[in-house]
């Protein structure tokens, strides 16, 4: 891999948005500690990626949600005033402002993204569904929605339980389990009711682990990075952010997920999302992210650095393929997440591993971090304006 010196990183400065997130804490320390100048923007100042040792500069910007011209006018005029090489967009709503409005950026900084619409079309699951069902890669059962009327029509086709969900969407926004006929009416109407159209899809059966195949795609629109993992707990228990996860090899989801974003013109960092059916120990796709994740911790603490190696796809810069990592590393979502797994989860007590063994050689946390403990303090802070500030009211509401 192409290594710049500690002299050149240094004069290397990257902008990297939505500090609120565990992902951008992540991102800002992996760039930091290569000696990357880590610029880091948020509508709040209690976040904790702003609170870690690596961010060099902290920004307060407008929110790219609520007040997207702001944005766009702030960020384009710190950027004129305050070079930096790349800008690194974190969360999904700030991704798409700025792919959209990419041309306002592209005398000032690098963009690491894929076009517009390649992204616009990555996160709509139906079209990415059928787009795998051309690729002979498994699925579950799909069925859509243009109409409430349909759902009596609908309800004869289907084994029970099913899953309703939005069309685009991300994570668990928007999921609803139905176990019986009765339930499918409303749970359509209230997809149809937020503005979106519903897919019904087959439930998998609940012991079949998910699996997240993360990549990286250079300008080709071909993998230069990957990396699988395996959910070992998430919260809300049955369906939502991973708050334990380990470092695995599927040679199955890895080789899905590659083909898959290839074809979809992806430039960037992108996750697939997969569940084991273990019926008959297929790995079927469930969604496309295409953007950073979550659990993004796990990848750089295994040896895969995403944020870095991004960095230098944006500056032009060649490096081998990065395929290999720590297998068996385990990451810890502990502050709130794998404690709310804990009091949700009716088999609290006989957890694998035990919710109690905190300290073991192979396990990371995705916040807390000793050579890092500020963010610690930011993670506990960030409850305020989570709860009390207009600016994350689609979040509480996602939530």
């Not at 930091?32 to 100048?37: F, I, K, S």
């Not at 979106?196 to 998998?204: A, C, G, M, N, T």
């Amino acid at each position: 891999m192409t290594h710049l010196t500690r002299k050149h990183l240094k004069n290397i400065r990257v902008f990297v948005t939505d500090g609120y997130w565990r992902k951008t804490l992540a991102a800002v320390r992996a760039l930091g500690r290569c000696g990357v100048q880590v610029t880091t923007g948020e509508s709040t100042y209690l976040a904790p990626a702003l609170f870690s040792r690596y961010s060099h500069s902290r920004v307060r910007t407008p929110s790219p949600v609520l007040q997207p011209s702001r944005y766009l006018d702030f960020l384009e005029k710190y950027l004129s005033h305050h070079p930096h090489h790349v800008l690194m967009p974190m969360e999904e709503d700030t991704l798409l402002l700025l792919a959209r409005n990419r041309e306002r950026f592209q005398q000032i900084t690098s963009l690491p993204c894929a076009a517009h619409h390649h992204l616009l079309f990555a996160r709509d699951k139906l079209k990415v569904l059928r787009r795998a069902e051309n690729l002979d890669i498994p699925i579950p059962k799909t069925f859509e929605v243009n109409r409430i009327a349909e759902a009596k029509t609908l309800s004869r086709h289907l084994k029970y339980p099913v899953v309703v969900k939005p069309r685009v969407g991300s994570g668990s926004a928007g999921v609803q389990y139905v176990t019986e006929p009765t339930q499918l009416p409303a749970a359509l109407e209230h997809v149809f009711r937020s503005g979106q159209s519903p897919l019904v899809q087959e439930k998998l059966p609940a012991e079949g682990a998910g699996i997240g195949a993360s990549f990286l795609l250079d300008q080709n629109h071909q993998v230069r990075a990957s990396f699988i993992h395996r959910r070992l707990r998430e919260y809300p228990v049955h369906g939502g952010p991973s708050t334990l996860r380990q470092s695995i090899i599927h040679e199955q989801a890895r080789r899905d997920g590659t083909r898959l974003l290839e074809s979809l013109s992806l430039v960037g960092v992108g996750m697939v999302e997969f569940k084991i059916d273990n019926r008959d120990g297929t790995v079927k796709l469930l969604e496309v992210n295409p953007r950073f994740w979550g659990s993004l911790a796990l990848a750089i603490n295994a040896g895969v650095n995403f944020p870095y190696l991004l960095t230098l796809l944006a500056l032009g810069l060649d490096f081998p393929a990065v395929h290999t990592y720590l297998v068996g590393h385990l990451c810890r979502w502990l502050l709130p997440g794998d404690i709310l797994h804990f009091l949700q989860n009716p088999n609290r007590w006989r957890l694998q591993p035990s919710f109690f063994e905190f300290r073991q050689a192979n396990m990371s946390y995705d916040i807390i971090d000793m050579d890092d403990p500020l963010p610690i303090l930011g993670s506990l802070l960030a409850l305020l304006p989570f709860y009390c500030s207009q600016d994350f009211a689609h979040v509480r509401l996602r939530r």
